[in-house]
């Protein structure tokens, strides 16, 4: 798969906005976590397309190197928040959820419940590429958006599945990110346009998908999840096939901000609340705790998380 830069951005910027949310600048800041659900699915298909239907050495593989991904920063970091006593935990099942990301773990962190849906998502991947070939696995994938998006579109009627088991295996959640693949497949199609034709598409997708993305509209409604995905996936699209056919130079220090967003994501409400015991939440103090998350996951991905995940990944 190519580096894109774009998604990296993107990633930022995403990250940024749930940074945002948790200090409670801007409620529909939390539209952040549903573009990073769609860009979750779009990285991972395109990834693991090529390899759909190989079997059980590249499934393992793919598996491996996903958990080593997660895990690895989640453990470091989660094991020593209880070891400075800022997370006390019980010695108990919970703590077990916790600890593997199960479905409905309590976390501290907050933002960990996404995490739970990116494993669920890799171990449907996988089965992926140790049964169905990729025009078996094509078909499989729509047909699996189609049956989300029908229960997205449930949520309007009488027979609501939220609050239910099947909300996580079949929900919002799991529709942004199979809405990530689908994009993911669009952008492949594409490719085959010709340059003029594929530019112009890209900017009116990206305009498009920027009106939808912003829409006024109730955050926790499911027209908000049907906009903010729909229009997630428009500008995911047109930044990829822009970056492609213009080159874009984007700034070096977006790519590194991008690449840290993982920690970012988890560091930030340990750090939002340790600096709240000590001064009021105003607007310049705020702006001063994000540049802070940010400075502090480029030094803990390039120094800590990046160095551990290769080496893990070597053995």
């Not at 108990?92 to 907050?110: E, N, Q, R, T």
Request: hydrophobic content about 55%; glycine content about 4%; aromatic content about 20%.
């Amino acid at each position: 798969m190519p580096y894109f830069h774009s998604i990296q951005l993107l990633r930022f910027i995403c990250a940024s906005l749930v940074i945002l949310a948790h200090m409670y600048l801007w409620e529909h800041s939390y539209k952040g976590i549903d573009m990073l659900f769609v860009i979750s699915g779009f990285v991972i298909y395109l990834t693991s397309y090529k390899k759909h239907g190989t079997g059980l050495k590249t499934g393992i593989k793919f598996l491996k190197r996903r958990l080593i991904r997660i895990f690895t920063f989640y453990w470091l970091f989660f094991l020593g928040l209880i070891i400075l006593g800022i997370y006390t935990v019980a010695a108990d099942f919970s703590l077990v959820k916790s600890i593997f990301l199960f479905p409905g773990h309590k976390s501290f962190l907050l933002v960990t419940w996404s995490l739970s849906y990116e494993l669920y998502f890799y171990a449907i991947i996988t089965l992926v590429i140790l049964f169905f070939k990729q025009d078996k696995s094509t078909v499989y994938i729509c047909f699996f958006w189609i049956v989300t998006f029908l229960l997205l579109l449930l949520q309007w009627s009488d027979y609501s599945i939220k609050n239910t088991p099947m909300n996580f295996f079949l929900g919002q959640n799991i529709w942004l990110i199979v809405s990530g693949c689908i994009s993911a497949m669009i952008y492949l199609k594409m490719k085959q346009l010709t340059t003029h034709r594929n530019l112009l598409i890209s900017i009116i997708l990206l305009f498009s998908g920027i009106f939808l993305f912003f829409c006024y509209v109730n955050y926790y409604s499911t027209l908000s999840f049907l906009l903010t995905g729909t229009g997630s996936s428009m500008i995911i699209i047109a930044f990829v096939n822009i970056e492609k056919i213009k080159k874009l130079n984007i700034p070096h220090i977006f790519v590194r901000l991008g690449n840290a967003s993982y920690v970012a994501y988890l560091i930030h409400v340990p750090l939002i609340h340790w600096f709240s015991r000590y001064t009021e939440p105003k607007l310049m103090f705020q702006i001063m705790i994000l540049i802070f998350v940010w400075i502090c996951s480029i030094f803990i991905h390039e120094w800590i998380e990046k160095p551990l995940i290769t080496k893990l990944n070597k053995y």
